[in-house]
């Protein structure tokens, strides 16, 4: 009695096994021309009422999916299939076609339900665009003229590997073989259309082919993508279409599908492909519905555009009207810098990030993106492309241009491709002595022409090493004009804040909040002792007299050992008069008193040595010890939240003068 009951167990068992075989065969191919009778699952806009799959209606920024209800599994590990079926995309509006649709191949149900409208398609969003993890192939129809539109063009098929952006598209079109050549077509042309998908897993090869209905299929593919499916693909599959909508809207029909796994589709019969359905003979309840929401849109906008316009015509007609340099499209920057990726960061702080990208035609450019809430505002963003617009100097880094868009400002220079100087004094190959003069020098130059070389004088207000770009050889240029004035010759600037970088400024700019040459003189002259000495401005962790380098080279000039603070990685190596003359001239800008500061026209013309370096005594000069409070390891507040010493300083600081 027990064998039976297991033999029946058995039986039972290998049936149902059997059964499912047959199913799952069953299942890996199909060929639908009247959808309400096909296995398909429909959500959003989609609906298989009259035999026709429609994927989108009138509905603004909705989305539609239809898909094989069931998953398929592939029956070999090669994941091999070919699909055809027959679309038409059929626009509202005869200017723009709207957005766009795509056939799909997804390993879960629940990732789509989450796919956004417009530029998306209904597949993807902004938070899992672009993840590894989303398994997702989708061949893209794009009629998407919209200037979020990552492709070139409103009319393109494309391949999509789990990011709405493609790995590889083209315009639409189809190869003629009576006349060995292209012929363009438009996808939203209101016509039946006709596409092959087909994916070669032995040979890794995925070919996309479309061609209007009547035409046989061409012996070329439109695209042809070497791709290992086995990487993106899971063991079961869903396959299906997306499409959506945004303000302007289209009506997308799939009317033939025909699909097969580890095989070749199934050649769909056209006589049996459904034709689109007639318009409705009535269009004058449309029209006036249609009429009355462009009227309400227009005045909307025509209201929205002047609260806009006058919101920042100010603002534009400072600098975007008046300086003018050259504007770059998002799009170029956001191919240039392969999307912003993190992987292309130089480097960061109050202002935002900057990134390293590339133009088409292969220039290097270093692009600063910023928010309207960063930091330190857009005042000082505005400042930096007046300033840099308008200034020309071997010496200073080019800004090549900007673009605004969306509440951000971008900025765009030239790449230096040694990063900067404090790079290369801290972290970097370090500089020998011939290299490290030469920059000073360079610097120097610049900051003549700064203050003297124009109608006006330029104070930058934050002169520091990490400010010094280095370009292939190893030229110093200044760079990061956010906190750079203007002001009258003669005249000092009164400031209702304090900023700068703690080290670099003078005494009189954080006890009395003014600015003028000789704040930025006392700067470059701590600058010049960091150059020399190797060492940061401010070292807490040192001992208490050497703690700030002003102080302990002034200790070692008393002691007649001025040449005992020179870098010891150069190693001796290093001209001795060279380093006395920066030393000294270094200590002579960093005086307490600014009358007694040198101009920067006088230290160009030390450096050049075309004038004798004045006389100073480190037994009486007093000089302007920065007043850090991070010595008794304090904390301070900058920008509204309270930092430790080594996450705020070297980077700039804002602080209220006097609570003004």
């Given amino acids: 009695m027990a064998g039976a009951i297991q033999f029946l167990s058995l039986w039972m068992l290998a049936s149902v096994q059997a059964i499912s075989m047959v199913l799952a065969q069953d299942g890996n191919h199909f060929v639908h021309y009247d959808f309400r009778k096909a296995d398909v699952y429909v959500d959003g806009m989609a609906s298989t009422k009259d035999g026709r799959l ?16 069931t998953p398929i599994a592939f029956v070999n590990s090669s994941f091999s299939f070919s699909t055809e079926f027959v679309f038409a995309i059929v626009p509202e509006e005869r200017t723009s076609y709207g957005q766009g649709m795509a056939f799909v191949v997804f ?24 993840k590894t993890e989303n398994h997702i192939l989708a061949v893209e129809l794009d009629t998407n003229a919209s200037s979020e539109a990552l492709e070139e063009s409103d009319n393109h098929v494309g391949i999509d590997v789990n990011s709405i952006v493609s ?15 292209n012929r ?8 039946r259309i006709r596409i092959w998908i087909e994916y070669d897993g032995e040979n890794r090869l995925l070919n996309v082919t479309l061609a209007p209905l009547e035409t046989t299929k061409p012996r070329l593919p439109l695209l042809s993508r070497s791709i290992d499916l086995s990487k993106i693909f899971k063991e079961q599959m869903f396959f299906g279409f997306a499409g959506s909508t945004g303000t302007i809207r289209s009506h997308q029909y799939i009317l033939g599908w025909s699909l097969a796994i580890g095989g070749k589709a199934q050649s769909l019969d056209i006589s049996q492909v459904m034709d689109l359905p007639r318009p409705p003979r009535n269009h004058l309840p449309l029209i006036l519905a249609v009429a009355s929401v462009v009227a309400f849109l227009i005045i909307a906008g025509g209201i929205a555009y002047l609260y806009q316009r006058n919101r920042y015509a100010e603002v534009f007609e400072q600098w975007e009207l008046q300086y003018s340099p050259q504007r770059f499209s998002f799009r170029t920057l956001y191919k240039a810098t392969k999307g912003f990726k993190e992987n292309r960061v130089l480097g960061a702080g109050g202002f935002g990030k900057v990134y390293r990208g590339e133009l088409l035609d292969g220039t290097g450019i270093a692009v600063k993106r910023v928010s309207h809430g960063a930091e330190q505002g857009m005042q000082e963003y505005v400042a930096e492309i007046a300033t840099m617009g308008r200034l020309a100097h071997r010496n200073l880094v080019q800004l090549r241009g900007y673009c605004r ?11 230096m491709v040694n990063a900067s100087l404090a790079d290369r004094l801290f972290d970097g190959d370090n500089l020998s002595w011939s290299q490290r003069v030469h920059i000073v020098k360079g610097v120097s130059s610049c900051l003549h022409y700064l203050h003297e070389g124009w109608g006006k004088v330029v104070l930058h207000r934050d002169i520091k090493a990490s400010n010094i770009l280095l370009d292939e050889n190893l030229n110093g240029k200044l760079g990061d004009f956010g906190l750079a004035i203007f002001h009258d010759r003669g005249a000092t600037f009164e400031a209702t804040r304090v900023v700068g970088t703690i080290g670099y400024m003078a005494p009189e700019v954080t006890a009395m909040g003014v600015a003028n040459e000789a704040t930025d003189v006392y700067a470059f002259g701590v600058l010049m002792l960091e150059v020399v000495c190797g060492r940061r401005p401010v070292e807490p962790e040192r001992s208490p007299g050497q703690k700030i380098l002003v102080e302990w080279v002034a200790s070692c000039g008393r002691r007649g ?3 005992d603070s020179v870098d010891s990685k150069l190693a001796g190596n290093f001209e001795a008069e060279e380093a006395m003359l920066l030393l000294k001239l270094g200590m002579i800008c960093s005086q307490i008193d600014p009358q007694k500061r040198p ?15 004045p006389h100073i005594s480190f037994d009486t000069a007093a000089f302007g010890i ?13 920008q509204g939240s309270a930092l430790s010493f080594a996450s705020f300083l070297y980077d700039t600081i804002t602080v209220l003068f006097r609570g003004r």
């Fill in 54 to 69: 429609k994927l989108t209606n009138s509905s603004k920024r909705a989305t539609g999916h239809a898909f094989h209800r």
């Fill in 107 to 130: 390993p879960s149900i629940v990732d789509l339900r989450y796919g956004a409208a417009t530029s998306y398609l209904g597949i993807f969003n902004r938070g899992n665009d672009n």
């Fill in 167 to 181: 790995v590889e598209s083209k315009d639409a079109s189809y190869f003629d073989d009576t006349v060995g050549m």
């Fill in 184 to 191: 363009s077509l438009v996808l939203a042309s209101k016509q």
């Fill in 405 to 415: 868009r969306k509440g951000e400002l971008l900025l765009v220079y030239e790449y």
């Fill in 561 to 563: 050992a001025l040449l």
């Fill in 599 to 613: 101009t920067m026209k006088d230290i160009t013309e030390y450096l050049e040595q075309k004038k004798r370096i």
């Fill in 626 to 638: 920065p007043i850090v409070p991070i010595i008794s390891d304090e904390t301070v507040t900058a």
